[in-house]
């Protein structure tokens, strides 16, 4: 039973376009998270939501747009996709209680690649 | 900007070898963390360091938070081609925050 899923794994799509990655967690937290994962493996927080609101949002370009139905999923959709848009996207969750700093439990990544 | 620096960036040790990552920062954390990420796949948890001098060891592998929690060190004991991975610390920009900042990692590789 996977704790952290998304989809699509891989993800080959033309600049200009709009796509979406899928995550849903069946570990009953509250707080979930997208990151980014650059070609020298740099990893860095995009969003966080906490049972469906948002929590973070860090300085990401208006075509990212996270949307969380249910606090068990938080999807991701990119419009008009760049080439520098290319990364692995990592969507984790935490039962970060709001008083220390809970572990992420990441998914498997989704790899973009944006020609 | 608080940033966390590791080095070596890069390792490519022979089985039975000992190594030391270290990650490092200008600024105070109230805790860290050290992950493991194989390829393919999304970091994994190691273990979390709270106290300043705090020691904790899991198998092989010891951590060690810096007495004035700017700095934390993970050193790996007879390293194992199963230790192969990139190992990422990471540590919250703040207390009572989960945003998490990570560090530059490092890419162990060990050989048979």
């Known amino acids: 039973d996977t704790a952290v899923s998304q989809t699509p794994k891989y993800l080959v799509t033309q600049m200009g376009n709009d796509k979406s990655i899928k995550c849903e967690q069946n570990l009953g937290h509250d707080t979930m998270y997208w990151y980014k994962q650059d070609s020298k493996k740099f990893l860095k927080i995009m969003f966080s939501y906490n049972n469906k609101e948002l929590i973070i949002n860090e300085t990401v370009p208006n075509r990212f747009s996270p949307k969380s139905p249910d606090k068990a999923h938080l999807n991701l959709h990119i419009n008009s996709l760049e080439l520098g848009d290319s990364a692995v996207y990592f969507c984790a969750s935490s039962p970060w209680t709001g008083r220390n700093t809970g572990e992420l439990f990441f998914g498997e990544g989704s790899r973009l690649t944006v020609l | 900007t608080q940033l966390l620096e590791q080095s070596p960036q890069f390792l490519s040790i022979q089985e039975g070898e000992n190594l030391t990552v270290y990650c490092n920062s200008s600024s105070v954390f109230s805790s860290l963390q050290w992950y493991r990420q194989e390829p393919g796949e999304g970091p994994v948890l190691l273990v979390t360091?709270?106290?300043?001098?705090e020691v904790k060891k899991l198998k092989r592998l010891t951590f060690q938070f810096g007495d004035a929690r700017k700095d934390s060190s993970l050193h790996i004991t007879a390293a194992q081609p199963g230790d192969t991975g990139l190992y990422l610390c990471a540590g919250p920009v703040s207390y009572n925050t989960d945003k998490l900042i990570f560090g530059t990692g490092t890419r162990l590789q060990v050989f048979p």
């Open positions: 360091v709270v106290t300043g001098g």
